[in-house]
């Protein structure tokens, strides 16, 4: 019996970041929720694209490098259809790919404002 393979949020949170810095994602913001009682998970990572197809772009770049360096998939995704909003849940860790217009109006980091927040600089 092969014996399942535990992947660390960090290291999953890592990876799902490089993704979105391939395919040249804005504003990038990592929020460590492991400190917040009652956080439905360890990490949600903010992102937007500056267009509908950039955003399924940086969305399909996440599940492709999460597959090969880590052989995960997304145990839910919510939002392909219209590319405006695209919910990749890894369980542990969430990442959410915002059209920039929509992203102001959800506004989530002031949501849980009380989350470690970094930013990750854009990559020119």
Known sequence: MQKEKKISSEL????I???MQENKAK???VMDLRKIPGA???FFIICSGESSTQVDGIS????RLTRKELQEKPWHV???NGSEWILLDYVNVVAHVFYKE???FYDLEDLWADAKITQIPDLH
Do not use: F, M, S, Y
């Not at 999953?12 to 990876?15: E, K, N, S, V």
């Open 40 to 42: 439905i998970c360890d």
């Open 12 to 15: 999953l949170c890592d990876t």
């Open 60 to 63: 399909n770049a996440i599940q």
């Open 78 to 80: 919510e939002g392909k």
């Open 27 to 29: 504003n990038i913001t």
């Open 17 to 19: 970041v490089e993704g």
């Open 102 to 104: 929509l992203r102001g």
